[in-house]
């Protein structure tokens, strides 16, 4: 089974990659294995899902405190750098290397090397690495692992100080290979408060059986978020992360619809009637039959949506294309799940009996009306070969 492949938009103000998974962060998996140096800072803080704060008066006995990774002044040849494992191994689309906060300490310049270990190497690197300098056991260790020579998938570049509004540093990577570890280098030192690493993870669809059902929109399954109509308070592709949802933030979570109208309608089934809905379209990691899907709106009480449905499409690569740079403004949707009334704080799972399409599908649509929060999809089902889909388009 051939995995599936992903069309990009064209350019536009944000680059296009920050539709896909963060393939390193923390959530998922993603640890630093692996620093020179974490005087200031551990190199850990750069994997974190949450947004990099500053507290004014917050002070270590090693100096202020930040929250990024943050070297010392470098005052021997060389420079810092780390190796950082991801979460989901897969193919790379861009970086941001966010320099938040550290203005006057940020790095000038840095780059980006990738690395394919079938074998991670083991590091002992837990609890708090603030005031560790790598010791020659990790450096004699690291050194097998030859990551200076891995092929580059962003050259020394400049970096922009972490001013507000100006700390995002984007590379777009074109690297077709298959990555389960990064090197990030600093030259020659500073500090770095997070970086992103997005991308599509990729399974060996070879080893999983026809008859076995998987989560086929899964992060880890190569399931990725393709477009959307608001990500205001959270984006979409938080719904196919692992596990359930921590809390609010790791959800899909939209803006109040402002057009939301004075009188409400209820239909015979008791579901609201409103003109306005928020979508969001995945990509699956495979095509596939789907046998049961849940919406889970954990965490979302006093804004879970009122009601669901998931509509659902074959797309060959070159539809996909062409949809993605239309904003999904057309297309061939057909109802998989009828629209469902839904609870607060809530794992809803609708098996065979609810759904309504028995061939296989590329693409889902999750319509949500008329706005509100939803903090898990998933899409069980199994793979079928693309012989098979092709027969049925
Ligand atoms: N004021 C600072 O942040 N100084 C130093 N950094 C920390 N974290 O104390 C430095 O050398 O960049």
């Not at 790379?92 to 310049?109: L, R």
């Not at 579901?271 to 809905?277: D, F, H, I, R, S």
């Not at 699956?284 to 009601?307: A, K």
Request: hydrophobic share 40%; glycine share 10%.
């Amino acid at each position: 089974m051939a995995e599936r492949r992903t069309a990009l938009t064209a350019p536009a103000a944000e680059p296009d990659f920050l539709l896909f998974n963060d393939l390193a962060c923390e959530t998922v998996g993603g640890r630093v294995i692996f620093a020179t140096d974490e005087w200031f800072a551990p190199a850990a803080n750069l994997l974190k899902r949450a947004p990099p704060q500053f507290i004014a008066d917050e002070f270590t006995e090693f100096g202020k405190w930040m929250d990024g990774w943050e070297t010392r002044r470098k005052r021997t040849p060389g420079h810092d750098w780390c190796i950082i494992q991801l979460g989901v191994a897969g193919r790379i689309h861009g970086v941001d290397v966010d320099t938040s906060f550290f203005t006057g300490n940020h790095p000038p310049f840095v780059s980006v090397q990738a690395g394919h270990l079938e074998e991670p190497p083991t590091f002992n690197l837990e609890g708090d690495r603030t005031g560790v300098a790598a010791s020659h056991a990790e450096l004699v260790a690291v050194a097998k692992l030859h990551s200076e020579a891995w092929p580059e998938l962003v050259g020394v570049s400049e970096l922009k100080p972490g001013y507000l509004d100006c700390c995002h540093n984007y590379f777009k990577v074109n690297f077709k290979q298959r990555v389960t570890h990064l090197r990030l280098n600093m030259y020659p030192d500073g500090g770095i408060s997070r970086m992103r690493v997005y991308g599509v993870g990729q399974t060996d669809w070879t080893s999983v059986s026809l008859h076995q059902d998987v989560d086929l929109v899964a992060l880890t399954n190569g399931g990725v978020c393709l477009g959307y109509s608001n990500a205001h308070f959270g984006h979409p592709r938080n719904m196919i992360g692992l596990g359930r949802a921590a809390n609010m933030a790791d959800g899909w979570e939209t803006a109040r619809r402002l057009d939301r109208p004075k009188k409400l309608k209820v239909d015979g089934q008791g579901v609201l009637q409103v003109p306005g809905c928020e979508w969001a379209v995945f990509g699956l990691g495979h095509c596939g039959v789907i046998s049961s899907i849940e919406v889970d709106t954990n965490h979302f009480r006093g804004n879970f949506p009122d009601s669901c449905r998931v509509e659902a499409c074959a797309l060959t690569p070159e539809d996909e294309g062409r949809s993605v740079r239309t904003k999904w403004n057309s297309g061939k949707w057909e109802v998989l799940l009828p629209s469902q009334k839904l609870r607060p704080h809530h794992r809803h799972v609708y098996d065979t009996a609810a759904l309504t399409l028995t061939h296989p599908i590329t693409h889902v649509r999750l319509v949500i009306a008329p706005d509100g929060g939803v903090s898990r999809l998933r899409l069980w089902g199994r793979a079928v070969n693309h012989e098979t889909l092709a027969s049925t388009r």
